[in-house]
């Protein structure tokens, strides 16, 4: 599994929000409520999509699939002048994250993860830090596409 540690500037963003949990996930509504108007939001800094999770202080160490978390549909913005009604802001900490790049469809992505937080996290120098998480859909993202690429970004601190 090949990742690159990386030191995150601060970052800005703009979408939608909804709680969930794991036993029921389902980000289908949240991303077609946000996809329309995405347009609406004049100060993007990038044509890039974060899918981001906020996780509650101890969530992957009391791992529980019916535990709530906020999950965000989003676009990185300069600044927080203009924000359409009915989205809202967040700011994503500067930070170190584990990056990991991602290919297939949606399919594939417990198995995934599961890689990262079962094998990748107990062996490596870091755990888990309480930031944000998210997945950076760009320009190679295609939805329930086999050949689909993203980025998937786990914050991370030393042992």
Same mark, same amino acid.
């Given at each position: 599994?090949?990742?690159?540690?990386? *030191?995150? &500037?601060?970052?800005?963003?703009?979408?939608?929000?909804?709680?969930?949990? =794991?036993?029921?996930?389902?980000?289908? +509504?949240?991303?077609?409520?946000?996809?329309?108007?995405?347009?609406?939001?004049?100060? *993007?800094? &990038?044509?890039?999509?974060? &899918?981001?999770?906020?996780?509650? *202080?101890?969530?992957?160490?009391?791992?529980?699939?019916?535990?709530?978390?906020?999950?965000?549909?989003?676009?990185?913005?300069?600044?927080?002048?203009?924000?359409?009604?009915?989205?809202?802001?967040?700011?994503?900490?500067?930070?170190?994250?584990?990056?990991? %790049? =991602?290919?297939?469809?949606?399919?594939?992505?417990?198995?995934?993860?599961?890689?990262?937080?079962?094998?990748?996290?107990?062996?490596?120098? =870091?755990?888990?830090?309480?930031?944000?998480?998210?997945?950076?859909?760009?320009?190679? =993202?295609?939805?329930? %596409?086999?050949? &689909?690429?993203?980025?998937?970004?786990? +914050?991370?601190?030393?042992?």
């Amino acid at each position: 599994m090949k990742t690159k540690i990386t *030191t995150l &500037s601060e970052k800005k963003l703009v979408g939608c929000k909804q709680n969930m949990n =794991y036993a029921a996930y389902n980000p289908v +509504p949240l991303w077609q409520h946000f996809m329309p108007r995405k347009k609406e939001i004049i100060n *993007t800094a &990038s044509a890039d999509l974060y &899918s981001l999770q906020q996780f509650p *202080t101890g969530f992957w160490e009391n791992f529980n699939p019916n535990t709530e978390f906020e999950k965000w549909a989003a676009v990185e913005v300069s600044n927080f002048e203009a924000i359409p009604a009915e989205m809202e802001t967040l700011v994503i900490p500067g930070g170190w994250y584990a990056v990991f %790049d =991602y290919k297939g469809d949606a399919s594939g992505a417990p198995a995934f993860f599961k890689e990262i937080f079962g094998t990748w996290i107990p062996n490596s120098a =870091y755990v888990v830090d309480n930031r944000p998480h998210f997945e950076i859909l760009g320009d190679k =993202y295609k939805k329930d %596409d086999p050949n &689909s690429e993203e980025e998937i970004w786990i +914050p991370i601190r030393l042992k």
